[in-house]
């Protein structure tokens, strides 16, 4: 079975705080992925990469970064959260589609979310 | 450009009764859809694929979407609702997620 796990499932941080969120899957996967879900907006891809130290922008990358520097993690890092950045993030990962560009999209993996409150 | 929309923010439908939710989208490709289901507090799980071998695609716990390329439509469905299947489904281009639909099965 696929894993992917997300470091916290409940954080509350300060205005201002740098946050790293951490997602470490166990399959081998070339694709991550970070979104936050939002209700009545569904998912919204932040970040993506599709191999170590790749990252390419989602649709709402402002005010987020991230790091890829071995395979299996990807952190989402906010420099300093702010109270609209309360959300659930979610990480996913996926295995590359053969034969289709590395940004080509396959199943996704999800962890179990982080439940994010910036007071 | 690739985009997704769902109609339907609620579905409620009665414990036996058809389960239909509504998917439509756009590509300017061939595209990837998927179907993905949310339980409560857990992450999103793949219910079913579509990746242009077949257009009817059978899913998990009895779900099943058709393709429909004229009416660029992916809709989901299940002959029985059953209890369990009260949840939130995602349908899906590509990374691209719909705003995503809740069902609720009435006993």
């Known amino acids: 079975d696929v894993k992917v796990t997300q470091s916290s499932r409940y954080l509350v941080k300060r205005t201002g705080e740098k946050v790293f969120l951490e997602c470490v899957q166990d399959m081998d996967h070339e694709n991550m992925f970070w979104y936050r879900q939002d209700p009545g907006l569904g998912l919204r891809l932040i970040y993506f990469?599709?191999?170590?130290?790749?990252?390419e922008k989602g649709d709402i990358p402002e005010g987020y970064s991230v790091s890829r520097e071995k395979k299996e993690r990807f952190s989402l890092i906010l420099e300093s959260a702010s109270t609209n950045q309360t959300s659930m993030y979610l990480c996913?990962?996926?295995?590359?589609?053969?034969?289709?560009?590395?940004?080509?999209?396959?199943?996704?993996?999800f962890g179990a979310g982080t439940r994010l409150s910036v007071l | 450009a690739q985009s997704v929309t769902q109609l339907g923010s609620h579905v409620s439908v009665s414990e036996g009764a058809l389960v239909l939710l509504r998917c439509n989208y756009s590509s300017s490709v061939p595209p990837y859809l998927f179907w993905y289901v949310q339980y409560p507090n857990q992450g999103l799980q793949l219910l079913l694929k579509y990746t242009s071998a077949a257009t009817l695609v059978k899913g998990i716990n009895g779900f099943e979407a058709e393709f429909k390329k004229s009416e660029t439509s992916f809709h989901l469905t299940k002959p029985s609702a059953h209890m369990s299947d009260a949840a939130e489904y995602f349908c899906a281009v590509s990374d691209i997620f719909g705003t995503g639909t809740r069902l609720t099965v009435i006993p």
């Open positions: 996913a990962s996926s295995p590359r589609l053969k034969g289709r560009g590395v940004l080509a999209k396959n199943i996704q993996y």
């Open positions: 990469s599709y191999d170590v130290k790749m990252k």
